[in-house]
């Protein structure tokens, strides 16, 4: 293969990303066009700014970069595409929270915290991609760890963990102290 | 009636709680502990009532709050010189309730985290995708050249390995329960008894083949003749061959 004119470099990733029916990671594409990240990297910024005001977007998503349509429009597209309900229960989703944001976890600990048996929803995420194995703990009975996949990032739209919604500290550490006021009152 | 179909929403036992509390507009720091306990308690009878298997996690929270119920009924108990102890020395200072509520609290930090999963994954499914394709995938290799560098020797070897594989995974065997009753087996030792009036060799009894089963109903059968009184045994010295003799001959002796 020729390597690419500087010009035809940005075409080329244009083209990949179109062609592309996942998330493509900054390095994948460096490696196709021949061209170090750096300057993938600020292609990639062009590009998202070009498709910017277009029906569909460059965007970064679990570590990656793909097309999507602009959300806005979903209502016309819905009349043509029969959208998938792939609406996750209540259940796993608060599976989800936990492991998302306490990984590496084990599934001891998911049953800690949500009060009932963890295991077949666990195993149901793991089968649809969503958690993956993160190895063992090294304490007895060496359970296994869970961590959230990248399947789940593309799942709620991240880029990355970092993107996660943030937990409200202050319901955390309002408890101790109200929880002493009424200790107080119990013993007076 | 209504009562059944919320009753399957539950997720789990925290799930029940808090949805309890907030029926009650209970504050979470200073839980009525009595009353949320006869609610819930309530709700699991209806459960059963209802012919719902009750999952066990429901069954350990009504004791946990069955058991900071009583706890919170004893009166604390602390010693004359108090002044000796640090505060907080006794475990029972601490609020009975303060670990539920900690649990309350780090499991509805969860439920709302979910909520906001559920609402960035409601955006995200607004945004569409191309579509996977895997036939473009498929097309993608070169028909031709599927089985190149791939010979039926290779095939054949391959095949042998399963093969290998399979018939080294465990051989199911079929058990035959073998009937093996006391009364036979004394009828046994009495035939053999009966042919052999010079005293018959206790190993004897057993040979090779015997599987576990034999070799104890054997047994058995032996110490119910011995207590039936219809064998004579003898060993002349410790360790040493133990005879059996029919008794009839021993009474000709």
């Keep these: ?84 309900a792939r609406k996750l229960s209540k259940a796993a989703m608060e599976t989800l929270a936990v492991i998302a944001y306490c990984q590496p976890v084990t599934r001891g600990e998911i049953e800690q915290i ?36 990248e399947k789940f990032l593309e799942l709620l739209g991240l880029k990355s963990l970092k993107d996660l919604p943030e937990i409200e500290m202050n319901v955390k550490e309002a408890a101790p102290e109200r929880v002493a006021v009424g200790e107080e009152e119990e013993t007076l | ?56 996690e429901f069954l350990v929270l009504a004791a946990t709050l069955l058991a900071i119920k009583t706890k919170m009924l004893l009166p604390v108990s602390r010693p004359e010189n108090d002044e000796e102890f640090p505060e907080g020395y006794y475990e029972d200072e601490e609020d009975p309730r303060s670990e539920l509520v ?3 609290l780090e499991y509805k930090k969860y439920r709302e985290l979910a909520e906001s999963f559920n609402d960035l994954a409601e955006q995200r499914s607004r945004r569409v995708l191309r579509p996977v394709e895997d036939e473009f995938y498929v097309s993608l290799y070169n028909e031709d050249e599927l089985y190149k560098g791939f010979s039926l020797e290779e095939l054949g070897s391959a095949m042998d390995r399963i093969m290998e594989r399979i018939s080294r995974r465990d051989i199911i065997h079929r058990v035959h329960r073998e009937n093996i009753t006391v009364d036979d087996q004394i009828r046994l030792i009495e035939m053999k008894l009966t042919s052999s009036p010079e005293g018959l060799r206790f190993h004897s009894l057993y040979n090779d083949d015997c599987d576990r ?41």
């Design chain 1, 1 to 84: 293969m020729e390597p690419l004119f500087s010009a035809d470099i940005r075409r080329a990733v244009e083209a990949l990303l179109f062609s592309a029916c996942e998330p493509l990671k900054t390095k994948e594409i460096a490696e196709c066009v021949q061209c170090d990240e750096e300057a993938v990297n600020e292609i990639l910024r062009e590009l998202t700014a070009f498709y910017e005001d277009r029906g569909f977007h460059l965007e970064e998503i679990a570590g990656g970069w793909q097309f999507m349509t602009a959300a806005e429009f979903y209502p016309y597209l819905q009349r043509f595409y029969q959208p998938k």
């Design chain 1, 114 to 149: 949500r009060g009932v048996s963890a295991d077949s929803i666990v195993a149901h995420l793991l089968e649809k991609g969503f958690l993956k194995e993160l190895g063992r703990r090294d304490t007895p009975g060496k359970p296994v760890l869970y961590g959230t996949s």
């Design chain 2, 1 to 56: 009636m209504a009562l059944s179909i919320r009753l399957d929403n539950f997720e789990g036992p925290f799930d029940l709680l808090c949805h309890l509390l907030d029926e009650n507009q209970a504050d979470i720091y200073d839980i009525p502990i009595a009353e949320i306990t006869r609610q819930y308690l309530e709700y699991l009878n209806e459960m059963s009532g209802l012919d719902l298997d009750i999952a066990s």
């Design chain 2, 102 to 104: 900690r649990q309350i």
């Design chain 2, 213 to 253: 089963v034999r070799v104890i109903v054997l047994f058995l059968a032996l110490l119910e003749m011995i207590r039936r009184d219809r064998v004579r045994v003898l060993q002349k010295s410790n360790y040493g061959e133990i005879m059996l003799f029919p008794v009839e001959s021993v009474k000709k002796i």
